[in-house]
């Protein structure tokens, strides 16, 4: 397509109608045979073709960033407040992402971000949108006391645990802060791991790349390839991890995202909206990507997180992945089909699972 594309006409090739997707039910998991893949979400066990519309794989709407109630109350600071206090707001932001096409999201919080699940079952059950939840430790700094205490074993077996009894749909987001991982990140990375054995959740991972700007110490350019490295080691599936933030790193030519497809795993552009890479480079680099055969490895999302971005402050709002970066591809001659597979396959194959007894 030449022409630059209208929000009307995105959601119309994507066939990302939300209410139509809400029209299917999905069995419950008494129900639904244990051998058959599905993608679970707080609410119910999905088939993934009743995802007919763009899933967004990584982001936050309970979080608290980058103080959390823990560290606020070690460090003597009041708590300080984040837009996603406001339930009410996010339940209306999340129902116009729905009005924008989105059929899913996965929020990528776990209890050391502050996330609320209580808020992300009402958020569901409210707008009409599906939230997978996730499980696991953000990084080193956000790490309860238990993480050092305890083996990589013990953690994976905690993990696991939780999934089931929470209805967890995926381990993320997994981080490590600066520019290798610690040892105790390397055994949360190993306890996620040996989780996904466990369970069979996808895994996706958070790396601190830091794109046009200079970060004393530097990001080896192989942090993802590292990350992977102790993943693998635990026993986790390539095809369903995707190693996050791959997008902040300055990388025209996809270097390091050509490498990581290479060993199967998905490579997660999921910061678009965020400058720390422009946004034109990030397509520069995905067609690079996509020109070397890794389409269908390619996962999008906005790593929303802030009250800046929402609607209601004149933001692009929670789906800026499909309403703003989507069009931008299109612009770049992706067709519409291409999209339709980045937005709305690969996402549901990469947390399509079979559930583990």
Do not use: W
Not at 39 to 63: M, N, Q, V, Y
Not at 70 to 78: D, I, L, N, T
Not at 231 to 256: K, S
Request: hydrophobic share 40%; charged share 20%; glycine share 10%.
């Amino acid at each position: 397509m030449t022409h630059a594309i209208t929000r009307r006409e995105l959601i119309a090739i994507l066939g990302a109608g939300a209410g139509a997707a809400f029209g299917q039910r999905g069995g419950s998991p008494s129900t639904r045979p244990t051998a058959d893949p599905i993608i679970r979400t707080l609410l119910k066990d999905l088939a993934p073709a009743e995802l007919s519309g763009p899933t967004l794989f990584h982001e936050h709407l309970s979080i608290r960033y980058p103080l959390t109630r823990a560290m606020a109350e070690a460090q003597a600071r009041p708590t300080p407040a984040t837009f996603s206090d406001d339930v009410d707001l996010v339940v209306e932001e999340t129902k116009l992402a729905r009005q924008d096409g989105v059929v899913c999201i996965v929020d990528g919080g776990h209890p050391d971000m502050d996330r609320d699940l209580a808020a992300l079952r009402r958020i569901a059950n409210e707008s009409g949108v599906h939230i997978v939840a996730s499980g696991g430790f953000y990084m080193q700094r956000n790490y309860p006391p238990e993480v050092a205490a305890k083996s990589a074993d013990d953690l994976a077996d905690d993990l696991a645990r939780d999934a089931k009894a929470q209805r967890l749909g995926a381990f993320g987001e997994i981080g490590q802060q600066g520019p290798v991982l610690t040892e105790q990140e390397k055994k949360v990375f190993t306890a996620v791991g040996k989780a996904q054995v466990k369970t069979g959740l996808p895994i996706f991972t958070h790396n601190p790349y830091t794109g046009m700007r200079a970060a004393d110490p530097p990001v080896p350019m192989d942090a993802a390839l590292r990350q992977l490295d102790v993943l693998e080691a635990a026993g986790a599936n390539p095809r369903h991890v995707a190693i996050g933030h791959v997008c902040c790193l300055n990388d025209v030519t996809a270097a390091i995202p050509k490498q990581l497809a290479k060993r199967g795993v998905f490579v997660g552009f999921d910061r678009v909206g965020i400058p720390i890479v422009p946004d034109a480079q990030k397509v520069t680099t995905i067609l690079a990507f996509m020109d070397a055969g890794y389409v269908d490895q390619l996962l999008l999302s906005s790593d929303f997180s802030n009250g800046r971005g929402l609607k209601k402050n004149g933001g692009p709002g929670i789906a800026q992945t499909v309403t703003v970066f989507g069009p931008m591809l299109t612009r770049a001659g992706v067709s519409d089909a291409t999209l339709r597979q980045i937005l709305v396959d690969n996402p549901r194959r990469f947390l399509a699972v079979t559930p583990k007894v």
